[in-house]
């Protein structure tokens, strides 16, 4: 699971409640999502960390509230596996050496931002594996014990041997020898159950084994019973595990055909009946060899699922019965395309496979000698000549991708691609291609970026944000989008990240606010002191010309600046107090607002307003997320908006979703809302104030 994805719940034991919010906010501007704690006492802590899950607890190392020993006592008296990362700004090598001496797992120097982050999300996902790994633990415990019952019920004569005594052998094995116990042969040599006319062809097998190499899939041998009778065998290895240990699965098989015989029915066995290639057991066993070699860092394997476009349609055309002669003439088509070194399967109803050998380049010359031999062919079914294509979807099997389960899910996902796109298509996932797409999809984006800029591509889109009190002036909140070349308007979610990382979010922060005040230009011709909320980024805290900029081209148009209110996320300020507070004090001049979003994120938001004097705060969304049957949402809700109203402060309740929402709001003391349930936003600002 990436971080994107998980929580993290952290425990921050501090002495400063602003040493505290200092790192929450490195991770949050990190993106790493956190649920922060911080215990006042050592009571505080021990309730924690017995009544909550906890990922992680942070502590500083020169703590005095609550010492370092102490945390790390509490932690390991909670019995849970928590990692305890030791925060501080200069510690010598040998204060490294004591802190991992008394457990601590890591640290993280508190003023390299990047150095905390990077630190937080190898311990997570170390924790992460940890608890992945115990879950499979006792998964693959529960099915030993169940493979135990198994091999106890089965007819199949099973033995399990390490270093050549006997470790675990089933009835039907103790019979076949004329044991009635397992303790007889417990201890007992396997070689003891070979006659000696084979016993040192086994013997030297058995060394073979003790010095690691693999053993053979199976070995013809006389065996030897109890009484000294004798009987043909055959011998048929797998490597295993017993209680932890590694050791060999032996099972023993009275040989009753010749070994022409056998040979052919282990070739049925592995054989689809109807088409002649293997099937899908046979393929599944050479893919997850394929897979094992992958994990261990080759890259040479692709595999490839190949379906008949517009089946259904084709047996209707040559009945059903004839279902069979499609897919043998099918099937001998595919071996003859296929390259030599493939290997090709029967995996499903109307559906194969094939595992390539050769890098991804070869897996796609594979793929399109298949799919190039069926559409140029014709396919010669009974009475029937038929023109069929496939469509194939496939994995260049690598590191990332590992799993039999992933590469037969991502197979699986390209091939259904291919089909959706009229088939006769091929796609192929490989991840090192996918790194060098992305890595120009990222140039291309940044691109398109510079050209909307300079074009004048961007959008405005208008939220309505709504007086609880009966208040008719307007207000919306501007939402930017861009405009691609085609005409569809893109989300900001997918391009202001790709802007951000490559410089460009003053110069879009700039082009916001510019249409924003000629937007209430507009409105103020129409007779409407309409007010306009604009989300800037941190980057333009520090832009000292932009205060300057706002205040002449509000001057230019004649409109006051109370109309245009900046919004900027409550830890972005906080992360940036300094320039913040100048950046504050300058729009203040010119009567422009500051509005703190994510409102109540933080340990103490309240305590913000000490140091920066934004007007409005915008809570933060997580806490309208089922506001209406969250109760601790609720009081939190109703907390921070009287404590804002006590400072004289209005507040903004965003992402309003449901009449239950707005039944806690109404009983709050929040003043403006806003969200879809109440008003989508739009291209134009036509929203009926003080009559909605």
Not at 318 to 345: P, V
Not at 376 to 405: F, M, N, R, Y
Not at 615 to 622: G, N
Request: glycine share 6%; with cysteine.
């Amino acid at each position: 699971m990436s971080m994107q994805d998980s929580v993290v719940r952290v425990v921050l034991v501090e002495d400063r409640l602003e040493d505290a919010e200092q790192i929450i906010s490195i991770l949050r501007n990190g993106g790493i999502a956190v649920r922060p704690n911080r215990p006042e006492n050592e009571e505080e802590l021990e309730r924690q960390l017995g009544s909550q899950p906890i990922d992680l607890v942070m502590v500083a190392r020169n703590c005095q509230a609550i010492p370092l020993k102490e945390v790390l006592s509490a932690v390991d008296a909670s019995g849970k596996d928590i990692p305890v990362l030791v925060t501080d700004t200069d510690i010598t090598a040998d204060q490294v050496v004591e802190m991992s001496q008394l457990g601590v797992r890591a640290i993280a120097l508190r003023d390299r931002p990047e150095h905390i982050k990077v630190v937080v999300q190898q311990e997570f996902q170390t924790l992460q594996q940890r608890r992945a790994t115990r879950h499979l633990e006792a998964a693959l415990r529960e099915s030993e014990r169940r493979c135990d019952a198994l091999i106890d019920s089965s007819r199949d004569p099973i033995a399990y041997v390490h270093e050549g005594m006997h470790i675990r052998g089933n009835q039907a094995y103790l019979e076949m020898f004329g044991y009635e116990e397992f303790e007889e042969i417990e201890g007992l040599s396997v070689l003891d159950m070979v006659a000696s006319s084979h016993a040192e062809e086994f013997k030297n097998l058995l060394k073979s084994l003790s010095k690691g190499e693999p053993p053979p899939k199976s070995m013809e041998l006389t065996a030897q019973r109890s009484d000294g009778t004798t009987f043909d065998a055959v011998m048929e290895f797998a490597q295993a595990t017993y209680e932890g240990e590694p050791c060999q699965q032996i099972v023993f098989r009275q040989q009753m055909i010749d070994a022409e015989m056998a040979a052919e029915l282990d070739s049925l066995r592995s054989r689809d009946q109807i088409t002649g290639l293997f099937n899908r057991s046979h393929f599944m066993s050479q893919l997850d060899d394929a897979v094992a070699e992958a994990a261990k860092g080759s890259s040479n394997q692709g595999v490839l699922l190949v379906d008949i476009d517009g089946y259904a349609s084709l047996l209707n055309s040559i009945g059903l019965g004839h279902a069979d002669h499609l897919l043998r003439a099918a099937g001998e088509r595919l071996q003859g395309l296929a390259s030599e070194g493939t290997l090709c399967a029967r995996f499903n109803d109307h559906g194969f496979a094939v595992l390539c050998r050769g890098d991804h380049t070869r897996t796609h010359e594979i793929a399109e000698a298949i799919r190039a031999g069926f559409q140029s062919s014709v396919l010669d079914v009974d009475s029937h000549s038929l023109s069929l294509t496939v469509s194939i979807g496939g994995v260049q099997i690598g590191e990332k991708i590992a799993s039999t389960q992933q590469v037969l899910a991502k197979a699986g996902q390209c091939l259904q691609s291919a089909i959706a796109q009229a088939g006769n298509k091929i796609e192929i996932f490989d991840p090192a291609a996918r790194d060098r797409a992305e890595e120009e999809r990222i140039l291309q984006w940044v691109e398109n970026i510079k050209r909307a800029l300079d074009k004048n591509e961007f959008v405005l889109h208008y939220q309505p944000i709504i007086s609880l009190h009966d208040d008719a002036q307007g207000c919306y909140e501007c939402l930017l989008r861009m405009r691609s070349e085609g005409g569809e308007l893109i989300p900001p979610m997918t391009f202001l990240p790709i802007a951000e990382e490559h410089g460009l979010m003053e110069r879009i922060d700039r082009w916001v606010i510019g249409h924003a005040i000629r937007c209430i230009e507009d409105e103020t011709k129409r007779g409407k002191q309409t007010k306009l909320l604009v989300k800037i980024t941190p980057h333009s805290l520090a832009d000292e010309k932009l205060p300057g900029l706002i205040a002449s081209q509000l001057k230019r148009v004649g409109a006051s600046g109370d109309r245009l209110v900046l919004s900027v996320p409550e830890s972005k300020v906080f992360t940036n107090l300094n320039e913040a507070q100048e950046f504050q004090k300058a729009l203040a001049q010119n009567g422009v607002a500051l509005c703190l979003e994510q409102f109540g994120a933080g340990l103490n938001s309240i305590q913000m307003l000490q140091h920066i004097d934004a007007q409005y705060l915008k809570l933060d969304r997580a806490f309208m997320e089922d506001l209406g049957k969250n109760p601790d949402s609720q009081a939190k809700v109703r907390e921070l908006s009287q404590q804002a109203k006590d400072a004289g402060k209005i507040t903004i309740a965003d992402y309003v979703q449901d009449a239950a929402s707005m039944t806690v709001l109404f009983t709050s003391a929040v003043d403006l809302v806003e969200g879809d349930f109440l008003a989508p936003a739009g291209p134009e600002m036509n929203y009926e104030f003080g009559q909605g």
